[in-house]
């Protein structure tokens, strides 16, 4: 399985960015998707997932109201629209796999490499 996420950039505190992953390989459209974050000197925190099908979404507390998970079944690529975006917002932005179809995403078999969002005040 390969996750490759783009769109990462420069935005003020305010402005909207949109993130993508798209996942390739045997199983990848059968798992659950989603993202992660890890800011300077901070532990990776979990951002929000996806399942499977697009049906399901579960958000992390800072984000929730602000970004919003979405699903391409036949490309088979995630895309995370956030809104409103801080300053804490920044961080390095990953796409992972979960080994299931679990929203939470407590067990990552895959991960793409990150992209960097940097949200200036």
């Known amino acids: 399985v390969q996750l490759q996420a783009s769109g990462g950039g420069l935005v003020q505190a305010g402005d909207s960015l949109t993130l993508s992953c798209a996942a390739s390989?045997?199983?990848?459209?059968?798992?659950?998707l989603g993202w992660f974050r890890q800011a300077p000197g901070k532990d990776y925190e979990f951002v929000g997932g996806?399942?499977?099908?697009?049906?399901?979404?579960q958000y992390a507390n800072s984000v929730k109201g602000r970004f919003t998970i979405s699903r391409d079944t036949v490309k088979n690529t995630i895309y995370l629209q956030m809104n409103s975006l801080k300053p804490e917002d920044t961080a390095v932005y990953y796409c992972?796999?979960?080994?299931?179809?679990?929203?939470?995403?407590?067990?990552?078999?895959?991960w793409g490499p990150g992209t960097l969002v940097t949200v200036s005040s």
């Open positions: 996806i399942n499977s099908n697009g049906a399901r979404t």
């Open positions: 992972a796999q979960d080994q299931f179809d679990t929203t939470s995403l407590n067990r990552i078999d895959y």
């Open positions: 390989g045997r199983s990848s459209s059968t798992h659950a």
